[in-house]
């Protein structure tokens, strides 16, 4: 009877310490497992920061193209409106040239 229940208590703590054992293994697994998903996952984060960095200064460059274009047009359409104008006012001027000496035409009589 001794023999049984030492027999038995034996195989009882083996079997705890192979599963002890077997529990610190699969923790081990884990850790490095975990462990090479956190270098994975900070090269990601460095890659999509780097790109972040790049869209930025893509966005930058961009956003001074637009603006040098926005003024390059406001240059353009004020020099046309300008020579528009002032071809308008020239016009006008000449006009009214025209019409102050039809006037004057006009106010003179007329010779048989």
Do not use: H, W
């Amino acid at each position: 009877m001794k023999k049984t229940v030492f027999v038995i208590t034996v195989l009882m703590l083996s079997s705890i310490f192979i599963t002890a054992g077997c529990e610190e293994e699969t923790d081990t697994r884990k850790i490095r497992l975990i462990a090479v998903e956190n270098n994975r996952l900070k090269k990601q984060l460095g890659q999509c920061e780097a790109e972040a960095a790049k869209q930025k200064s893509q966005i930058e460059k961009l956003t001074k193209e637009y603006e040098a274009l926005q003024q390059q047009t406001s240059d353009n359409t004020k020099k046309l409106l300008d020579d528009i104008l002032g071809k308008v006012i020239e016009e006008n001027q000449m006009l009214r040239n025209e019409n102050q000496s039809l006037k004057e035409q006009l106010q003179k009589p007329v010779e048989p």
